[in-house]
């Protein structure tokens, strides 16, 4: 707690040790909080609040970490078996954690079950920074000596720009990876994943890279120019380590290191850590409110949120901007109080009143917010970037141009082969003893070259998702029959050229990539994949140009690795399919075939009339299967609904058996889960009868009943996931539920029900306020978990998770970092739910305006 004035001599007395750890002018203790981590103003200490999951392995919000003036700086910190682990190295599973507020001490105890190795981490406070201790029963075994090490890793975006100091030696931290790396033979390395994959691609080299040292001594300065970032950690045993994880990969972060004592018992590595808080520190407050503006006629509510320390205000103002550039007070807004979620307190200050079109900003204390737009056309166009330029970045098995970039060439067209038998594959997939499909392990088969996309920040095609994309972009068009047209897109020629119209509406042409690649799996292996997946992990981690992830040639044994002849490869890089048993997924499948039929006919026969030959064979098989024993075990698996495949077969056919089936089906699953299936059920009313409609709406009056305690969760007043994923996805689509309801059962479900979703998305959220759906909105997001993330940008266009919440009380969603997944992994079936809600959310206002319905 060094105050700004007497910082470069307080960072001398410190370099030269002349100044005791944790002295400061300050001298405010570290302590248990009610939440269970060690807390003090402006610096928080978190231990394995969040473990590792063993899913995804390392996730980069696990282990213990460091919460600086409201930024999560540090994290990772764990006993680890590599220097700069990457996310598939082997974690630590968590095996007891303990809180002793008497001690002021939390205490875990850490597994490495392959190797039959446990250690405990101590961290407890001491002076005004704290101690990690690791402590072992039985000395480290002998096949991880110079291996197992106390690591902790700093975010290189928050000190990227700044210095180091190592025992008075200074340094820049780099930029851009540029640390030394040594090459070792693999006999060297501890495996990283169970099943032996790795992210080396040998192409017949046989060592690995191995990050070495930025610096080494006894004590590390981190930043102490930046009062905000300055972190000093000391050594009480044997060397501390600098390294720069990003020359393994682009998502790592700086390490800091130092193995663990060999050959004893006890403790085998401490540090001594003093994390910088500036006096009397309060966040400054985060102004929620959307950067894409307001239709006049809906809620407008800005949502204040505040550091628990701040004192709140009781009005803010909304101001509007003249044309002369002058500002005025449009209306002085009370700021409600509303309470604590999470760590913050929050106000609501209302501006539904103001109706007047024109240009406004919202000023609360000092603080200022971007301007934004209060008119009628504000939503008519978020959705353009979606479909002009983030679906068709995300089309597989495309060149796809823009101006004078290309985005990538005509990717996988070497698609593919039966997944092994057996296989547990590192990204969740996994198999049986059977292909359950007519084709063999390994084996190849034809035809899947063609149509589908993307599905998120990787360049799978996962069979769930793109069910659901084809049924959606097929709902659109029946729905709303938007004629946009600014993308041509060439069949044939496997072509796409962004911004340039060819005379075809976009969605009818994205509905029809979708379409030809549901039918050919169907055609081929007989149902919806689980997933066309690479199967190497060197492979599946590519970023970069989708067409350089595979050599785009079939897959030969008889040749060579690496040998090409005649249009075939020796190299083993054609994608997977992980198929389920047909009466699992299929039936999304069929959903989507059934849906896809209708739309295309008259724009392509042909393709329309094989998706609904395919879905009515396929639905006949599921109904004639038994459900099989999950023989494959845990896994994804996108086992979609009967209930779905049934209404969209009855409303393309218009066969009494499918309404029966579905009328049969919709009642118990609307017992078991009405907010999930009350969509379909409300979709299907104007092909159902009176006794139906009379049926349903009791089932709309209890969902409408337990809104309300959704409502009032949070001072946001829409549901917030709280998974490993964050939420905005499930909230858009519990926005259009309550949009069909509201179309269906305009006297229970207000129009704010639907744009509250809109409000949050577009930047009335924790945390920042930004709009998660990039190049959309004043400020959008700058940086996403797309294809493209190495470069730190975004795809205009895609939605991003959101904020994630930390347990036990930290939301996050951080725009200087992209590599979070569960904060800023794009997925395609997201773009087409996004576009739905905002063309149907613009027409819905549009009506209320017009004072129709």
């Known amino acids: 707690m060094i105050r700004h004035g007497g910082w470069m001599i307080s960072t001398l007395v410190i370099a030269l040790g002349l100044l005791p750890a944790g002295a400061s002018a300050q001298g405010q203790q570290l302590a248990i909080n009610d939440q269970g981590y060690l807390a003090k103003r402006g610096l928080n200490v978190l231990v394995f609040d969040n473990a590792f999951t063993g899913v995804f392995f390392d996730e980069k919000w696990s282990g213990m970490y460091i919460i600086q003036h409201g930024v999560r700086t540090a994290g990772g910190g764990a006993v680890r078996l590599s220097a700069t682990p990457e996310q598939w190295d082997l974690v630590p599973q968590m095996v007891e954690r303990k809180v002793d507020r008497a001690t002021n001490t939390i205490e875990v105890t850490l597994r490495y079950q392959a190797y039959d190795f446990n250690s405990r981490m101590v961290v407890r406070p001491e002076g005004e920074g704290f101690n990690i201790s690791v402590f072992v029963d039985k000395p480290v075994p002998v096949a991880l000596e110079g291996h197992a090490g106390l690591n902790l890793e700093f975010r290189p975006t928050q000190y990227r720009e700044h210095t180091y100091v190592m025992d008075g030696r200074p340094g820049i931290f780099p930029y851009y990876a540029a640390g030394p790396t040594a090459s070792v033979p693999p006999e060297q390395v501890i495996p990283m994943y169970p099943s032996g994959h790795t992210t080396f691609d040998l192409h017949g080299h046989p060592n690995f890279i191995r990050a070495l040292p930025l610096a080494a001594g006894k004590t590390l300065l981190m930043a102490p120019e930046d009062p905000a970032r300055f972190v000093s950690i000391r050594s009480l045993s044997g060397d501390v380590q600098l390294i720069d994880g990003r020359n393994l990969s682009q998502g790592n972060w700086f390490v800091v290191r130092s193995l663990l004592a060999t050959g004893i018992t006890g403790k085998v590595a401490e540090w001594h850590i003093d994390a910088n808080t500036i006096p009397d520190w309060t966040r400054t407050p985060n102004i929620g409110f959307s950067q894409v503006g307001y239709h006049p006629s809906q809620p407008k509510r800005a949502v204040i949120e505040l550091d628990p320390n701040d004192t709140p205000l009781p009005t803010a103002s909304l101001m509007e901007v003249r044309p002369d550039g002058s500002q005025v007070e449009k209306l002085k807004m009370n700021a409600r109080p ?50 002009n330029v ?33 296989e547990q594959h590192f990204d969740g997939y996994r198999t049986g003893n059977t292909t359950n499909t007519p084709y063999g392990p390994g084996e190849r088969v034809p035809g899947i070259a063609v149509g589908g996309w993307f599905d998120a920040g990787d360049f799978a095609m996962q069979g769930g998702h793109h069910g659901l994309m084809v049924a959606t972009l097929a709902e659109i068009w029946e729905t709303f029959r938007p004629q946009h047209d600014q993308t041509l897109v060439d069949q044939q ?25 549901v039918a050919a799996q169907f055609r081929t292996i ?33 040749l060579k690795p690496y040998e090409v002849r005649d249009g075939k490869s020796g190299t083993p890089d054609d994608r997977w399919i992980y198929m389920p048993s047909p009466a699992g997924t299929s039936y999304l499948g ?32 599921a109904r004639a299967t038994p459900p099989p024993a999950q023989a494959a075990g845990p896994g994804r698996s996108y086992a979609g609904s009967e209930t779905a495949a049934a209404m969209q077969l009855m409303i393309t056919t218009k066969k009494p058996e499918y309404r029966d089936r579905f009328n049969e089906l919709i009642w118990p699953a609307l017992d078991q889960n009405s907010e999930r299936n009350l ?7 104007p092909f159902m009868d009176a006794a139906y409609a009379r049926r349903l709406r009791p089932y709309a009056e209890r969902y409408r009943a337990a809104l309300d305690t959704v409502l009032k969760a949070n001072p946001y007043g829409v549901p917030i996931g709280t998974g490993t994923w964050a939420g905005n996805n499930p909230l858009v689509t519990w926005a259009t539920t309550n949009y069909y309801l509201h179309k269906a059962y305009p006297d229970l479900f207000a129009t704010d029900l639907v744009t509250r979703a809109f409000d949050y998305l577009f930047g009335t959220h924790p945390d920042h306020n930004y709009s998660f759906v990039s190049a959309v909105g004043n400020r959008p997001k700058h940086i996403a978990y797309g294809n493209n993330r190495a470069d730190f940008t975004m795809i205009p266009g895609g939605i991003v998770p959101g904020v994630l919440i930390l347990k036990p009380d930290f939301p996050e969603n951080m725009d200087d970092w992209p590599f979070i997944w569960g904060e800023n992994e794009y997925e395609i079936s997201f773009s087409g739910s996004y576009i739905f809600l905002a063309i149907a959310m613009n027409e819905m206002l549009a009506q209320e305006a017009r004072g129709t319905r």
């Not at 609360?364 to 979606?386: C, D, L, M, R, S």
């Not at 050229?497 to 990539?513: A, F, S, T, Y």
């Open 493 to 517: 020629l496997h072509f796409v050229d962004i911004h340039r119209p060819d005379g075809k509406p976009d969605v009818l042409q994205q509905l029809e990539h979708g379409a030809l690649q």
């Open 679 to 685: 969509t379909l059920a409300v979709r299907a009313l």
């Open 390 to 422: 983030y679906i068709p970045v995300s089309m597989d098995h495309m060149f796809v141009n823009e101006a004078y970039r290309v985005w990538h060439g005509a990717a996988h067209m070497d698609d593919a082969r039966m997944a092994p038998l057996n």
């Open 590 to 621: 069929i959903d989507a075939l059934a849906a896809a039929s209708r739309t295309l006919r008259g724009f392509n026969d042909t393709l329309a009339t094989e998706c609904l030959e395919l879905a009515e064979q396929a639905y006949a098989k």
């Open 338 to 387: 509303w309470g604590r979620y999470l760590r913050f307190n929050y106000l609501v200050a209302d501006f539904s009143a103001v109706k007047d079109p024109g240009t406004y900003l919202i000023r609360y204390g000092t603080q200022q917010t971007g301007a934004f737009p209060i008119a009628e056309n504000v939503y008519e166009q978020v959705w353009h970037p979606t479909l």
């Open 526 to 558: 007989g149902g919806l994949s689980r997933g066309v997946v690479d199967g190497l992990m060197h492979t599946y981690t590519h970023l970069g140009d989708a067409s350089t992830q595979t050599d785009n040639f079939i897959y030969d044994p008889s």
